[in-house]
């Protein structure tokens, strides 16, 4: 039932928002050039790697040793813009509709933060992740890394149609308010999730 309702939902969503999705990518394109899209692998259900699709936000730009520049000085105003509306998540119905994602679900990180995991958070990858999920209708960036792994934990344990509903309407408000877009500490994006997280996590259990 959760796959049908997947489907039907990214259907729907991507013909009523392909003026937006048109609009957006044309914008993309002219601001930052091609390619329009992002590609990134992440880990999906059961710690399977999958290309993440998503609008490009930021534009390239590399150091004299030809590494990336960090990412408050790669993206560009319009690239703000674009996520303050989450407009750059919406390539992501496409990655629902393959059946990587799911409308609802723990939203995927880095593939690198799989080797910090503690074996309780792991259990985030036994389901699909979402396009959005409890921790972003519950604070989003504003909730530390533990608060939201332990939420994505609960939406795993408790997980039913009816709640991706509760957490699909509360998704709409969230994203009206534009609630939780940026920690109150950090330029762009959450800030990274490390060993340093694991071992705090695993400290305070002690």
């Given at each position: ?27 993309v394109r002219k601001n ?175």
């Open positions: 039932m959760k796959r049908i309702i997947d489907i039907v939902i990214s259907l729907i969503a991507l013909v009523l928002l392909s003026p937006i999705f048109c609009l957006v990518a044309f914008k930052l050039g091609s390619p329009i899209f992002f590609y990134q692998e992440r880990p999906g259900e059961n710690g399977q790697i999958f290309k993440m699709i998503k609008f490009r936000s930021m534009k390239d730009a590399f150091d004299k040793e030809g590494n990336p520049l960090p990412d408050d000085q790669r993206i560009t105003p319009f690239g703000h813009k674009l996520r303050a509306t989450t407009l750059d998540e919406m390539p992501q119905l496409i990655n629902v509709l393959k059946g990587d994602m799911s409308i609802v679900g723990p939203r995927p990180q880095m593939k690198e933060f799989l080797d910090h995991y503690t074996p309780e958070q792991m259990r985030r990858h036994e389901v699909k992740p979402g396009m959005t999920g409890l921790a972003q209708v519950s604070g989003r960036n504003n909730l530390s890394w533990e608060e939201k792994f332990a939420l994505d934990v609960e939406y795993v344990e408790k997980q039913s149609i009816w709640l991706d509903f509760k957490i699909m309407f509360k998704t709409v408000v969230v994203m009206l308010k534009k609630e939780g877009i940026n920690a109150p500490d950090q330029k762009v994006g959450a800030s990274r999730f490390s060993s340093n997280q694991k071992t705090k996590s695993e400290s305070s259990t002690h």
